[in-house]
């Protein structure tokens, strides 16, 4: 190639070059969240007012406007298609289909063009939805997806979205309201000084297991002084539905809801839930965490279930809601011939100096021959004859009833003598040698609490 | 049939047209009687340029490898009647030679395979806007012998780029076109050989579209070759071409008929509106340069030596939406239909969207914005706005290098002896790479499906548990990335005996293919089998044809061949989920091929004829097909084995000069291509190691979908003596099938219908596509110039063309359907097949000025 051939050719490359002119697409970025040019003309109360029948499907046909800030989402799974605003007189459920919380986080302003909307009620829970007729039968609907941005409207990130503190007595409907209209429905709540209920301490706070229960998990709070229990509610398919909750005591935030009558709280997840305080008790065990046992002896880690002298072991039951320890010789096989000696022994519980515990336990039982006797100990050591330990004895309980008794509280019994101790509470069941099976005692203890005073 | 008297018809006026020619004077008669059928390009570059027809190959429709394989190239076509119809006229419905997959047909540049290790495929983007030197091209058709390969059973051309090759001129080149792109500029310069044996070739062309004939699609190519030949003494050529064709565009998407039906048969729903500009999510890019270094040895009158040696690398991808715990960003997503609600007021309120509203139809790329920067969050030690939504793209970085040897002897006055060896090695690195973190801060390398698994277990969800909770950005892989390594090595050879009536020939290849998966990421799920090597997977494999041609004379010819072969499964076919793990198909085999042909090729002055019957089977082909399911709320893996097929049918081509300047041509292809047997298939599920279920697929005597079982075409063309041509072709296709999906075709997917039922017939029945026709004109005008105009005192020509497609602006062509693979037994029409159509009428023209 001569350099003459070589220069034309660079000539038309060069020319070649510049006609070819590039097309490199740059996106510019959508502007950043921002109140829109909407104001409401009307307020989430005045909205939920509308509705007064449970159960009615009231269609909004004027061009209500009201806006609120987003106090609840779907984040955690814990509230599916609906998400939580609130303004200045109340707050509401607002149904939407998808992913709510990309573009709906808690914390945003958003503005809803209720017009063509729907207001109906869950059980009393107001909700504002869109009404879909299936079959003949009107539902309310979460708005399609598609649909979201011709009613909701979104502005600024970052608004004020804390929960209002409260009391159990403000959660009651206020007189000359209705359920429906309680103003508190739907907000975001903070209650204080509350805790889960110790046997719910030890569940998770949803169902996970394959076929969730659409009502989800129910675990319940109450507080010292006896406020409670109030349920709170967690859907299976909330991301924290297989964690346990937090055991101690403090606040709780969580969206307020009702079913029927019924109180329910909705956390959004468990950041909501600040329970690292101490509990009201020192000790408590109500055994309602614990699967029944039919004949096959208890076993609760760090308890103790052993059968000093015959065959008759604890064994762990229910009636009606309660789940309870229970023992009975009437299935031994050698009670002819053997004293019945059991034991059920708490692990070690350490008293702090300078309050007066007390502990009280509830008790049934039935038929006539046996004793249970409650104990405590400060050398047991885990020994598999308990009785080469101390034990000092609270309370003995005769049965002698035909039928059985309801749970009898028994106590209190001051601990303040075993300050700055560790101890042991135990229950002791003893039936003589020779006793007829019939006749052998049925116990049934339960609802085991150390208070601090 | 209907089809099969068609058939007949065409065959009798074969014979019909032999008989014309038996009864004309031999003054044309061709003299020879040895010559083969092997046509060239070279023939084709003496035509005028009505035989190279548009400029604008049909490569250039398809940047994404596979698509229009069949029409490998108008460039390939050559004079063969029926070829060059199949070629130039039934692309549109993406008609493949004889049903054949891709991988049975193959393409040589300067003496090695460009094809794909892979996948088979030949990957016509690598050369894409490079036309002007890739002219010359060998191709042999369907089981008959080839100088430079074994040959695929589906046909092999090979094309010569050497710079020596290149007419000595140059070429300056625009077109305007409403198909992906809207200019393109090329120019090509060659030197022709000098006398101290250097010459060179130059070309680059520039192609882009801001808008191609789709809404919201678009292309930016770049193509640039560079070729130096070095003739030593008189036995030794050097040479040496290097070129590339880095390319991106913005492609026309898939879509259920709901969405078409609402919005328009021209609808794409990959794209969206950002602050005033159609933003694309599905971006095409390929950048893979090749460098192919010949050497030419003529050892002496009777011998010739072709030895190559190519490397290439570079890599290709698409992109697309990922999403984290957010809502689904494709508008097709199916609780975003009208037809998900039952209630009137929303099916309308839903319908109006669609009709009118780009937020809903398209991708609403201000929604995902809007969802990244919603709110912060802190995670793994950084602070700032996670991403739900980001723009990826799935790439491949390619390092592929063959060589190659040919040798080609003439033994004696009879005999053609061809023997060569290759050896092919390519490595994959297949992964996910984030481009666009669409306003977020960053993004997190997590699998959201696997943590349905097990909430309490942290390392289930994880990617790559050597880098676990690993905090990602632009430029960085996540997903999964692998290595897929490949090498091949074959000898073959060939003896051709040339006699006065009969040629016969048979060739013979043995070869030996390895490959294994290498995990880069320990993936949580399967922390023992997914990160390292995998075991390698070996075979070898022969493939033997044989064959004759009968010469009744200089114009009659009647020829049969037979092909027996087997062939190495590909690795997506045996690897389960190779994005994830190691796990193979239970039961891993050869596909075996025995094909025969037999046909009549006419070839007088005044009229060309061939006409070809085959019949081909397959046996034990493997497929894995992987997408959604419903149930399992899982990537879902269908291994399946036992692909029994018979692809058979006639073809039959015509071109009879009926005036001195005016040809007829007429092409037909009639196959039945069907699964003979049913099929054996495995589930398995991305995120869990055992296999879900066993299924028997009754595939048994579906059709084979994806191309028309049959094409017809009639054309005339005139071309003046004063340097123009015009010519206009009518195309029509017929029994086109949707292809099946296996999981319709088990006792679990009609499980409690009763048989014969209207849901019964829905689930089981094959979707058949409409037929279709097209009508398709060329035209072409050349012009030398005046003296006065002359570039550098040689002669100059200044050239025009037009090519038009679907003249009658036909806007319901399906090119191809696919039953979709995610299929909800109970509610059958939930996930509906996805297709899209074809475009309308559409142009390219042409100007071009040579000097």
Same mark, same amino acid.
């Given at each position: 190639m001569n350099i003459k051939s070589l220069f034309r050719l660079s000539i038309l490359a060069i020319s070649f070059a510049t006609i070819s002119t590039s097309c490199k697409k740059n996106y510019q970025a959508p502007p950043e969240a921002a109140d829109p040019n909407i104001t409401a003309n009307t307020t989430i109360k005045a909205l939920k007012a509308r509705h007064t029948v449970s159960g009615a499907f009231d269609i909004i046909n004027d061009d209500a406007i009201i806006t609120g800030v987003v106090i609840a989402s779907d984040k955690s799974g814990n509230f599916y298609k609906e998400m939580y605003i609130r303004d200045a007189t109340g707050a509401i459920a607002v149904e939407l289909a998808g992913t709510l919380y990309t573009n709906y986080p808690v914390g945003k302003r958003v503005f809803i063009k209720c017009k063509g909307l729907c207001l109906s009620d869950y059980h009393n829970l107001i909700q504002l939805g869109i009404k879909s007729v299936s079959n003949g039968i009107p539902t309310l609907e979460s708005v399609p997806t598609p649909l979201i941005p011709n009613y909701v409207v979104g502005g600024s990130l970052g608004n004020d979205a804390s929960p209002k503190s409260v009391i159990a007595a403000d959660l009651n409907t206020p007189s000359g309201s209705t359920t429906m209209q309680n103003p508190l429905l739907g907000d975001l709540i903070k209650l204080d000084g509350y805790e889960f209920l110790i046997g719910d301490t030890k569940r998770s706070y949803g169902d996970t297991s394959a076929y969730k229960s659409t009502l989800g998990g129910q675990i319940n709070i109450k507080s010292c002084d006896g406020s409670g229990p109030f349920i709170v509610m967690t859907s299976g398919y909330a991301d924290f539905a297989a964690k346990a909750p937090e055991a101690g005591n403090g606040s709780i935030a969580a969206i307020y809801t009702v079913y029927n009558s019924t109180k329910q709280l909705i956390i959004r997840d468990t950041t909501d839930v600040k329970f690292s305080g101490a509990r009201c008790f020192l000790f408590e065990e109500d055994f309602q965490a614990y699967p029944t046992t039919g004949t096959a002896p208890l076993a609760i880690t760090g308890w103790k279930n052993i059968q000093e002298s015959g065959d008759v072991p604890f064994t762990i039951a229910s009636f009606g809601s309660s789940v309870f320890p229970k023992i009975s010789a009437f299935s031994s096989a050698v009670l002819a011939t053997t004293n019945i000696t059991s034991w059920l022994i708490s692990p070690g519980i350490s008293i702090p100096t300078g309050i007066s515990p007390k502990y009280t336990y509830t008790c049934a039982n039935r038929y006539t021959s046996g004793t249970l006797k409650a104990l405590v100990s400060i &050398?047991? =050591?885990?020994? =598999?004859?308990?009785?080469t330990a101390t034990w000092t004895e609270l309370n003995t309980i005769q049965a002698n009833s035909s039928a059985f008794t309801a749970f009898l509280p028994y106590g209190p019994y001051d601990l303040t003598p075993y300050a700055g101790k560790k101890i042991y509470l135990a229950f002791k069941y003893e039936v003589a040698a020779g006793t007829s099976k019939s006749a052998a005692a049925t116990y049934e203890p339960d609802d085991m609490k150390i208070s601090k005073n | 049939m209907k089809k099969t008297t068609l058939l007949l018809c065409f065959l009798s006026v074969g014979f019909y047209s032999i008989a014309q020619i038996k009864n004309k004077p031999k003054k044309d008669a061709t003299k020879k009687t040895d010559s083969t059928l092997v046509t060239t390009l070279e023939d084709l570059k003496e035509d005028n340029a009505a035989s190279t027809l548009s400029t604008v190959s049909l490569d250039d429709n398809d940047l994404g490898e596979g698509n229009t394989q069949s029409v490998s190239s108008v460039l390939t076509a050559g004079r063969d009647p029926f070829t060059s119809a199949a070629a130039y006229n039934f692309g549109v419905l993406r008609f493949r030679v004889r049903g054949y997959e891709s991988d049975l047909s193959g393409t040589y540049i300067n003496g090695v395979s460009m094809d794909n290790l892979d996948n088979g495929f030949t990957p016509f983007g690598l050369w894409g806007g490079l036309n002007d030197v890739l002219r010359n091209r060998d191709q042999s058709i369907g089981l008959r012998t080839s100088t430079f390969a074994f040959g695929d059973i589906g046909g092999t051309s090979s094309i010569d780029a050497r710079a020596n090759k290149q007419r000595k001129q140059t070429e300056v080149g625009y077109a305007f076109s409403n198909r992906n792109y809207t200019h393109r500029f090329e120019i090509t310069h060659s030197t022709g050989i000098s006398k101290k044996g250097w010459a060179f070739s130059f070309s680059a062309s520039r192609r882009y579209a801001n808008e191609g004939y789709f809404p919201g699609t678009s292309y930016d190519g770049w193509s640039w070759f560079a070729a130096a030949d070095k003739r030593i003494g008189q036995n030794h050529l050097l040479s040496l071409v290097v070129f590339g064709a880095p390319t991106k565009s913005g492609r026309q998407g898939t879509a259920v008929k709901e969405a078409f039906d609402l919005v328009g048969n021209d609808y794409n729903p990959n794209w969206g509106w950002q602050e005033g500009k159609k933003r694309n999510a599905t971006i095409n890019r390929t950048n893979q340069p090749v460098a192919i270094f010949t050497h030419d040895y003529r050892i002496n009158n009777s011998s010739n030596l072709i030895s190559a040696a190519s490397f290439s690398f570079g890599d290709r991808g698409s992109s697309n939406i990922d999403w984290y715990h957010a809502d689904n960003p494709s508008p097709l997503y199916y609780r975003y239909l009208p037809s998900y609600w039952d209630d009137a007021n929303i099916k309308a309120q839903l319908t109006k969207e669609w009709q009118t509203n780009d937020a809903v139809r398209q991708i609403n790329w201000a929604k995902l914005y809007d969802a990244n920067r919603g709110q912060t969050e802190t995670y793994n030690g950084v602070t700032g706005k996670r991403s739900r939504y980001i723009q990826y793209e799935y790439l491949t970085k390619t390092t592929k290098f063959n060589l190659n040897t040919t040798l080609n002897s003439r033994i004696g006055d009879h005999t053609e002896f061809t023997a060569g060896a290759s050896f092919q090695y390519q490595k994959n690195n297949n992964y996910k790479k984030i481009i666009d973190l669409l306003g977020g801060d960053y993004f997190v390398d997590l699998n959201q499906f696997a943590e349905r698994i097990n909430a309490n277990n942290q390392s289930i969800p994880q990617s790559n548990l050597n880098n676990p909770n690993r905090v990602v950005r632009v430029g960085d892989d996540y997903g999964y990335n692998y290595d897929i390594v490949i090498g091949k090595g074959a000898a073959w050879a060939q003896v051709v005996m040339k006699y006065n009536k009969v040629d016969y020939f048979a060739s013979l290849e043995f070869s030996g293919t390895s490959f294994y998966r290498k995990g880069n990421y320990k993936n949580g799920l399967f922390p023992n089998n997914s990160y390292g090597k995998a075991v390698r997977q070996e075979f070898t494999n022969y493939a033997f044809k044989t064959g004759f041609t009968y010469k009744l004379n200089g114009r009659n010819y009647f020829y049969g061949n037979i092909a027996s072969l087997t062939k190495a499964p590909f690795y997506d076919n045996v690897y389960l989920s190779p994005r994830v793990r190691n796990t193979t198909q239970e039961k891993i085999d050869n596909e075996e091929i025995r094909s025969v042909e037999a046909g009549y090729t006419l070839n007088a002055p005044k009229i060309k004829v061939r006409l070809t019957g085959y019949y081909t089977e397959f046996h034990n082909q493997m497929n894995v097909l992987t997408f959604f399911h419903d149930t399992y709320l899982n990537l879902v893996n269908y291994g399946i084995t036992g692909i029994n097929k018979v692809h058979s049918g006639g073809e039959l081509g015509v071109e009879a000069k009926v005036l001195p300047n005016l040809t007829v041509n007429g092409a037909a292809a009639v196959g039945r291509y069907n699964y003979t047997s049913t099929q054996n298939a495995i589930t398995t599920i991305?995120? &869990?190691?055992?296999?879900v279920s066993r299924d028997v697929v009754y595939a048994k005597d579906y059709y084979v979908g994806g191309t028309p079982q049959e094409a017809y075409s009639i054309g005339l063309s005139y071309r003046s003596p004063k340097f123009w041509s015009v010519s206009i072709t009518y195309n029509y296709f017929d029994e086109i099938y949707a292809e099946i999906n296996p999981l319709r075709r088990t006792a679990a997917a009609v499980q409690g219908l009763t048989e014969g039922s209207a849901e019964w017939h829905h689930i089981l029945d094959q979707t058949k596509l409409q037929s279709q026709s097209t009508v398709d004109m060329y035209a072409s005008y050349s012009l030398k110039l005046p003296k006065s105009w002359s570039i550098n005192k040689k002669n100059t020509f200044l050239a025009f063309s037009l090519s038009a497609s679907n003249l009658l602006n036909n806007k319901s062509i399906i090119p191809f359907a696919f039953e979709q693979l995610r299929f909800d037994a109970a509610e059958f029409d939930k996930f509906p097949g996805k297709y899209n159509y074809a475009y309308g009428v559409n142009y390219s023209a042409s100007v071009s000025l040579r000097f």
């Open positions: &050398d047991y =050591a885990g020994s =598999a004859t308990p009785s | 991305d995120n &869990d190691a055992s296999v």
